[in-house]
């Protein structure tokens, strides 16, 4: 029997009883908070492009660990902006490299407390900006890769309890597992970012890494947004080539790939809510068009709604903060778990 028999507001009418039939949950743990470090930085650098995000210090650097952490946050990705930039991207692999002092400061002060998650790509490092090596004005692939290996090596051994190849070399997983088991570093995952679509919502991204690239664009590596199946096919490589976690990205445009990736594998899936989403939302909020609390709650729910196991986002420490009140929260998280900190 349909209407008048069938009445679905019945099950909305009081907040107790929409909290008690919400299908989603989001909580500060499900967010990674990325991080700028810059070789430069004496005190936190603003990214004009980026309202609310700095090229760190090793300093400032530690205590946005220590606000995340304090706000239930556990986990963090590291992005490194050195000061020389050559062909070899020699500055990425250098044990004293800015992204490998970064890794052992934050793991030297906080321990097991916080997952580092270090960013394992070349553009950061090359003078060029591309993501691979560059002979003859092409990107090399195998080259590249076996590069990539070299990168996520000594990240590793400066501590990073992940890395996570964004470079979308063919071969790239398979490339960083051989090296990383042959350096006895076995138990260290690799969260792939499998699904990496050549977007213009990196654009801001490029302004706090100092990467955007010199000639040419990415689009012979990243993938072609018009394309849905072609994801599926760069998820399941990884897969094979043992990537313990993937990633999509961007989230904004791409919660169809989201949603159909979490159907179809079985390692978790994370979502990245990139610079360009981070920006908008931003932009529009500060013209008092949008709500930003409001906004971004709705939307990092439905990246969890989409299926995402975790949510990369610039708006980590702002979201976590808003998840403690229940005005913002939507009713969505339960109030005893909003805490993450231990005391
Ligand atoms: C580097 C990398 C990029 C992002 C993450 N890792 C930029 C790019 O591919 O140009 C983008 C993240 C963002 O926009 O927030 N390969
Ligand atoms: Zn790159």
């Known amino acids: 029997m349909t209407f008048p028999f069938t009445r679905p507001r019945r099950l909305r009418r009081t907040p107790a009883l929409r909290s008690l039939l919400q299908e989603t949950i989001l909580q500060p743990r499900h967010l990674v908070y990325p ?12 990214v004009a492009s980026m309202p609310g995000v700095f090229q760190h210090s090793i300093d400032s650097v530690l205590n946005e660990v220590a606000d995340a952490l304090k706000l239930g946050i556990k986990a963090v990705i590291l992005f490194g902006v050195p000061d020389e930039k050559n062909p070899e991207a020699t500055a990425a692999f250098d044990e004293h490299g800015i992204i490998q002092q970064a890794t052992k400061a934050i793991k030297e002060r906080f321990g097991d407390d916080m997952v580092v998650i270090t960013d394992t790509c070349l553009c950061e490092y090359t003078h060029h900006g591309h993501c691979g090596i560059v002979m003859g004005g092409h990107v090399l692939n195998d080259p590249s ?38 350096a006895g570093y076995e138990h260290i995952p690799i969260m792939a970012y499998s699904a990496k679509y050549a977007s213009n919502l990196y654009a801001p991204f490029r302004d706090a890494a100092e990467s955007t690239p ?64 981070y920006s908008l939302f931003k932009a529009a909020a500060q013209q008092g068009w949008l709500d930003e609390p409001l906004i971004t709650m709705e939307y990092l729910t439905a990246l969890r709604r989409a299926g995402a196991d975790g949510i990369i986002t610039y708006a980590a420490k702002d979201a976590a903060r808003w998840l403690q009140d229940e005005a913002t929260a939507g009713g969505n998280v339960p109030p005893d778990n909003t805490h993450g900190d231990k005391e």
């Open 214 to 277: 010199s000639f040419g664009n990415r689009a012979t590596y990243q993938m072609d947004w018009h394309n849905r199946r072609e994801a599926l096919r760069e998820v399941v490589l990884d897969v094979t080539e043992c990537a313990d976690m993937i990633m999509v990205k961007p989230g904004l445009f791409y919660q169809d790939i989201l949603a159909q990736t979490c159907d179809t594998v079985d390692v978790p899936v994370f979502v990245y809510s990139v610079s360009g989403e």
């Open 35 to 46: 991080l700028f470090v810059a070789e430069k930085s004496t005190e936190p650098v603003p």
């Open 145 to 182: 890769a076996e590069l990539l290996g070299k990168v996520a090596v000594s990240q590793a051994a400066a501590g990073a309890d992940i890395v996570a190849p964004s470079a979308m070399m063919d071969g790239q997983v398979a490339y960083i597992r051989d090296m990383l088991d042959d």
